[in-house]
């Protein structure tokens, strides 16, 4: 089967320039979308993605029509992969059922994991950095007499958790994690 998906980034922008290349393609069933190429939670990709089975083919005018990012667009090539499909990309000219798309998949495979290896270095620089001026890094600490009182504020149930929060400056998670952790270690008794 072949499948296409056709995108733009906002409602104004006109989907005819991809729906005919991928009609002259061959394409029958196609997936439109109006959504930002940033967005993870495209519908209308993730449904095309979906129904792709062993040697079925995703047709795309171009490859940042799937993603804007080179991580995303190799992990949408990955789900791709994993279910033996193919992909080809018109504008691009790759065709993975090709030995030439084939290599040059593996090489986009190859910039993305040196991608998050730059972010994974370039994190723990700053991790480093931050940490040599004194910063650390995580939630900020809770004053735990605050806490405290938190949970005796909540136990007397004469207080919303708003409230509660408004008057002792205790987040709502805080709380409820305080009160989980009492309820867990305070029921063995």
């Known amino acids: 089967?072949?499948?296409?998906?056709?995108?733009?980034?906002?409602?104004?922008?006109?989907l005819d320039l991809q729906l005919d290349a991928l009609n002259k393609h061959?394409?029958?069933?196609?997936?439109?979308?109006?959504?930002?190429?940033?967005k993870d939670n495209r519908e209308q990709l993730q449904i095309a993605l979906?129904?792709?089975?062993?040697?079925?083919?995703?047709?795309?005018y171009k490859?940042?029509?799937?993603?804007?990012?080179?991580?995303?667009?190799?992990?949408?090539?990955?789900?791709?992969?994993?279910?033996?499909?193919?992909?080809v990309s018109i504008n691009d000219n790759i065709d993975t059922t090709t030995a030439a798309g084939k290599a040059l998949f593996g090489m986009l495979a190859?910039?993305?994991?040196?991608?998050r290896n730059i972010i994974i270095e370039r994190t723990q620089?700053?991790?480093?950095?931050?940490r040599a001026r004194g910063r650390k890094g995580g939630r900020p600490v809770s004053?735990?007499?605050?806490?405290?009182?938190?949970?005796?504020?909540?136990?007397?149930?004469?207080f919303t958790v708003k409230e509660i929060e408004e008057s002792t400056g205790v987040k709502r998670a805080t709380l409820y994690r305080a009160i989980?952790?009492?309820?867990?270690?305070g029921s063995g008794d």
């Open 1 to 14: 089967m072949i499948i296409g998906y056709a995108r733009v980034s906002t409602a104004d922008q006109t």
């Open 26 to 38: 061959g394409v029958k069933k196609i997936f439109q979308e109006k959504a930002s190429g940033a």
């Open 50 to 60: 979906d129904i792709l089975g062993h040697g079925d083919t995703l047709v795309v």
């Open 63 to 87: 490859l940042d029509r799937l993603a804007r990012s080179t991580v995303k667009l190799i992990q949408v090539l990955d789900e791709i992969q994993q279910k033996g499909a193919n992909l």
């Open 110 to 115: 190859v910039f993305a994991e040196f991608e």
């Open 125 to 130: 620089a700053g991790l480093k950095a931050a």
């Open 143 to 158: 004053d735990q007499k605050k806490i405290e009182q938190a949970v005796k504020l909540y136990d007397t149930e004469r």
């Open 180 to 185: 989980k952790k009492r309820n867990q270690f």
